[in-house]
């Protein structure tokens, strides 16, 4: 089992930033391949971010390239989510996921961009952009 835990989360206003960051505990060499979803209101829970553990270059979608960087911190079991140039389409319930299972490269990481393919989640920190 891996245990994730959000946190940073808060309310900027445009323009501003923030840093999330998601606490990884228990079996983490059960597991390679990570992800930042967001949850805006009344939409999909979507993959904003994905990352194979194993090899840095990030995926990012367009709606965040450039503003959103993530980054491990190995040692502390920690990943962030540094965002910048908020605004607030970029409200949403934000969450870090990994996968099950070990993934065998950086690609199948990448392609994995559904809820269901990722079965460890945090609880979610919300994030609320308004001036």
């Known amino acids: 089992q891996v245990q994730l835990v959000e946190s940073g989360g808060g309310s900027v206003q445009p323009g501003g930033s923030l840093r999330l960051s998601c606490a990884v505990s228990g079996h983490t060499a059960s597991t390679n391949c990570m992800g930042w979803f967001r949850q805006r209101p009344g939409k999909e829970r979507e993959r904003i971010v994905g990352f194979y553990l194993e090899r840095g270059d990030p995926f990012y979608v367009d709606s965040v390239r450039g503003r959103f960087t993530t980054s491990q911190d190995s040692a502390k079991n920690l990943v962030y989510l540094q965002m910048n140039s908020l605004k607030p389409e970029d409200t949403a319930m934000y969450y870090c996921?990994?996968?099950?299972?070990?993934?065998?490269?950086?690609?199948?990481?990448?392609?994995?961009?559904?809820?269901?393919?990722?079965?460890?989640w945090g609880q979610g920190t919300q994030v609320t952009v308004s001036s």
């Open positions: 996921a990994a996968t099950v299972a070990l993934v065998k490269s950086r690609v199948e990481c990448l392609l994995k961009v559904e809820v269901n393919e990722f079965g460890y």
